[in-house]
């Protein structure tokens, strides 16, 4: 949901349990993080994004876009040959 989010070009509230935070998230850059085990930090998201302006979102969005446009479906094809590859030999993938 989060890349499906970004490539719509959406700012994303997503929890600090989600490995994919890591490439995805820049915290206050294009969406913000919350932890997922404590009810206020996720309300403090979520009212912080909706006291955003329309620009502030906006531009949140677009760094979303840009982020999420490294991360394309012919990407994670390569990606899921070369660990097939490396698991066939006996390697590791690249």
Not at 49 to 67: F, P, Q, T, V, Y
Not at 80 to 94: E, K, S
Request: with cysteine; net charge negative.
């Amino acid at each position: 949901v989060v890349n499906e989010a970004m490539a719509c070009g959406l700012p994303v509230l997503v929890s600090q349990a989600v490995g994919a935070r890591y490439e995805l998230v820049e915290h206050g850059r294009n969406g913000f993080l919350f932890d997922p085990t404590d009810d206020s930090d996720i309300e403090q998201a979520m009212v912080r994004m909706s006291h955003l302006d329309e620009a502030a979102r906006k531009s949140m969005g677009d760094r979303s876009r840009e982020i999420i446009q490294d991360w394309s479906p012919e990407r994670f094809g390569r990606q899921m040959l070369a660990a097939i590859a490396a698991a066939r030999d006996g390697g590791t993938a690249p």
